[in-house]
């Protein structure tokens, strides 16, 4: 009896095609797969670091990037599922050359550690004051929830959201330095 299968490397939902998407207020052109995920295109396409591979199953939050102002899992996106939305990345929240205040407040808090983390609490942070500019300390832990930090700065990451969201609400932006 004969096998009718094709081989994988000839299935044609794993060529490469051109996808147009808008990544940190920008369009940018990539090559690849529509299954392809979101996080292997951002770091290894378009050379965005800021979103980590962690768990590769969205459970960690190290790959965390904006959609539409939504905080997701770049690492559970497939690519066809980005183009049309907009995409922002840690390197696309700084504005005329400054710091968005969640990054500043990260900063003055000292709020990494080893940094792997990093991305995924100040993207999701910044969802979350976006959503709500006022949270107490329970919405804070609540939002941040799904985002793993194994070294331990979670104090300092709650003081830090705390601080952002005191600077947001001011409408100032704090030295980072």
């Not at 976006?130 to 709650?158: M, V």
Request: glycine residues 10%.
């Amino acid at each position: 009896m004969q096998d009718d299968r094709r081989p994988i490397a000839n299935d044609p939902r794993l060529a490469a095609i051109r996808h147009v998407l808008t990544v940190n207020g920008r369009s940018v052109a990539v090559e690849a797969a529509p299954a392809t995920r979101l996080l292997y295109v951002l770091r290894n396409d378009l050379a965005l670091n800021g979103p980590k591979y962690g768990c590769g199953l969205g459970q960690c939050g190290s790959c965390t990037v904006l959609v539409d102002g939504r905080a997701l899992r770049s690492c559970a996106i497939p690519l066809r599922a980005a183009v049309g939305r907009r995409i922002t990345t840690l390197e696309g929240l700084a504005q005329d050359g400054r710091l968005h205040p969640v990054q500043e407040a990260f900063i003055a808090e000292n709020a990494a550690q080893c940094g792997y983390c990093l991305n995924g609490m100040i993207m999701t942070a910044v969802a979350l004051l976006s959503a709500n500019p006022d949270p107490d300390e329970a919405e804070i832990r609540a939002g941040l929830q799904g985002n793993l930090c194994r070294c331990g700065t979670h104090i300092e990451i709650l003081r830090a959201v705390r601080a952002a969201a005191e600077r947001m609400r001011a409408g100032t932006r704090g030295d980072a330095a």
